[in-house]
């Protein structure tokens, strides 16, 4: 929240009072965004369940009406805010994290027809008191964080986007006073809108590549604000002011590049699955290309990868859940056969892995020593309604003592906090 002193001056200590309120002001337990405050699934908590009773912690409760879609979630100030199939279109809704009770939805529009499952797929973003969510067809709203009141809409088709086989996958950056989207495109496949008004400020048009399923992420490198992606042919730097090409590096993808990179100081990490692996470079001085390694020892389909302590994990494809040296690309562990292909999150010195085919949950180690359990459960109860084709690709969240699944409609909450 920006203000003049003069109007602060102004106002009665009950009138900011009653701003402040109205205002989803981020804290340090928020997750506003997928992934989280910094898009890279750590969570900063401490305090939590270091192990599992058997059978798992204790279920709070399960929200029932999420509709269905494998849109994640974000929680800011004890709302909860996902997206699915409701209502013969996909919606934006709210959720009070206190007991699972809806407060409010809002229409984002027509449905995303897909072989394996109809619905939104990316999470919305929170940034003050306003909710920014795009669907699976590549419509954008903004809607008021207290009852979900449309601000704006865009669509991606605006920009020359072409919705790609699975859909819009990507959720939003949010970043200072800008909206950073994908539509991909002869137009310029990024573009950055004005949060407050949806209006366009640029578009990327030295970078046309057509999207795919990975989301932004922001970082300073050089001096400066840059917006890095990844799509079926490359990685790029942008430049947050005009979207001009800062760097780029050829990643040739196959099908589908889904994961969204890692950015540690000046080095960028990337991977994708169909047998691709993975790649990190070095951003040096000037914008210049330092290429550290290419190899195959993390093919991450779509359930992320994430860095801890200099080592990245996640799972690869035909490897299983694999621990890797970021700095060398090395392998330092592999495990196959305890817990099959999943999403991943962090939080407290421990690696939330959620198995897409059973929904089952491990409680593991984040350590280079190897996979070390310390408790699992299964998610239940499970949809009825998913497609056949469809697996639990949600990925776990960790806000403030609690887990958060979701199986399609189902959005289940777990007390993970240590007492």
Not at 13 to 41: C, K, Y
Not at 157 to 167: V, Y
Not at 290 to 296: A, C, G, H, R, S
Request: net charge positive.
């Amino acid at each position: 929240m920006h203000m003049k002193s003069s109007t602060l001056r102004t106002l009665t200590a009950g009138a900011f009072a009653a701003l402040l309120a109205s205002t989803a002001t981020v804290s340090a337990v928020d997750w506003p965004q997928w992934r989280g405050p910094n898009r890279d699934d750590v969570s900063k908590e401490t305090g939590l369940l270091k192990s599992w009773p058997e059978g798992g912690p204790k279920q709070l409760w399960v929200f029932e009406n999420a509709g269905l879609g494998y849109s994640g979630y974000s929680i800011v100030a004890g709302k909860l805010f996902t997206m699915g199939i409701r209502n013969g279109a996909e919606e934006l809704i709210a959720v009070d994290i206190k007991g699972g009770k809806e407060l409010w939805s809002a229409k984002i529009g027509g449905i995303l027809k897909n072989g394996w499952g109809d619905g939104p797929r990316g999470t919305p973003s929170v940034d003050g008191g306003f909710v920014y969510a795009m669907g699976g067809q590549g419509i954008l709203i903004c809607a008021n964080v207290a009852d979900g009141k449309i601000a704006w809409q865009r669509t991606m088709q605006e920009f020359s986007g072409k919705t790609p086989g699975w859909g819009y996958t990507e959720s939003v950056l949010v970043d200072g006073n800008l909206v950073l989207c994908t539509p991909g495109g002869s137009q310029g496949a990024v573009v950055a809108l004005d949060k407050k008004t949806g209006k366009t400020l640029w578009q990327s048009k030295d970078f046309t590549d057509g999207a795919q399923y990975s989301s932004i992420v922001a970082t300073e490198l050089n001096g400066a604000r840059q917006y890095i992606q990844l799509t079926m042919k490359s990685v790029v730097g942008l430049n947050s002011t005009d979207g001009k090409v800062l760097w780029k590096v050829e990643f040739p993808g196959k099908t589908a590049v889904i994961p969204t990179p890692i950015v540690h100081g000046n080095q960028v990490y990337v991977t994708a699955g169909y047998s691709v692996g993975c790649m990190s470079f070095k951003v040096g001085a000037g914008n210049t290309i330092e290429k550290l390694y290419e190899n195959k020892v993390m093919k991450n389909h779509h359930g992320g990868v994430i860095l801890v302590d200099g080592h990245i994990y996640g799972h690869s494809d035909g490897v299983g859940w694999t621990c890797q040296n970021l700095a060398t690309g090395e392998e330092v562990w592999s495990e196959k056969t305890a817990l099959g292909k999943g999403a991943v999150a962090y939080a407290d010195g421990r690696l939330y892995c959620l198995a897409e085919n059973n929904g089952t949950v491990v409680l593991a180690e984040a350590s280079p020593k190897g996979w070390k359990e310390h408790g699992r459960f299964k998610l239940e109860p499970q949809t009825t309604q998913r497609n056949p084709q469809g697996r639990i690709w949600t990925h776990p969240v960790i806000v403030d003592g609690k887990l958060y699944l979701r199986d399609q409609e189902l959005l289940h909450c777990y007390d993970v906090k240590a007492r």
